[in-house]
């Protein structure tokens, strides 16, 4: 089961996409027969404005899912069993030991799954460029699609260097409030 998660992890972001494409396919796409299958008409996901980024979010979050995945199943495995032995022996209910024993462990690793997660959606930009090229009317369109038109099509390479100055501070700004938020909980409890 491990490896069934983790495995579109290690795909390429285009592999991902062309997948996700032929989910999404308003004529023929899996969706679409879903769709079909049941009475109802089939939504182009990908050409409404409404859609397309909901899309692509669903695309990111099954591709992405694998890290976290294995970061929680080592911090849950690094839980000395005894906790778990002592709070059976005192009665605690599962609620109980979960808010505890089981949250508290992994704590750290929450921290830097959310911090990681953060400055990969802020770098957004091969979901968006090859499903939707940041359309339909630009609600794809990430900061990085942004740099990137900017700076590579438009040639306006001043211009995208200081957009991607303003990225890398909105990233930074992101990560240090995660760590500052993440440590003051850490100190309080």
């Known amino acids: 089961m491990r490896t069934v998660f983790f495995s579109s992890t290690v795909l390429s972001v285009t592999v991902v ?18 769709a079909e299958a049941t009475g109802a008409e089939p939504v182009a996901f990908l050409n ?11 695309t990111t979050i099954w591709w992405c899912r694998g890290l976290p995945m294995v970061l929680f199943l080592a911090a849950l495995q690094q839980t000395p069993r005894e906790l778990y032995e002592a709070a059976a022996l005192d009665n605690a209910g599962r609620w109980r030991t979960l808010r ?6 992994v704590r750290r690793t ?31 369109r ?11 099509r438009q040639w306006e390479l001043g211009y995208a260097a200081a957009a991607a100055q303003v990225l890398f501070a909105i990233i930074a700004v992101a990560a240090m409030a995660q760590y500052f938020i ?8």
């Open 17 to 34: 996409t062309l997948v996700w494409r032929l989910v999404y396919i308003p004529d023929g796409g899996l969706l679409a027969v879903a």
């Open 48 to 58: 409404d404005p409404r859609f397309a980024m909901p899309a692509i979010a669903v």
């Open 100 to 105: 505890h024993i089981t949250l508290p462990a």
């Open 110 to 140: 929450t921290v830097l799954v959310i911090t990681i997660e953060i400055i990969l959606q802020f770098q957004l930009f091969g979901q968006a460029q090859l499903m939707t090229q940041g359309g339909p009317n630009n609600a794809t």
């Open 142 to 152: 990430s900061i990085v699609l942004f740099i990137y038109e900017t700076g590579w």
């Open 182 to 189: 993440a440590s003051r909980r850490g100190s309080g409890s």
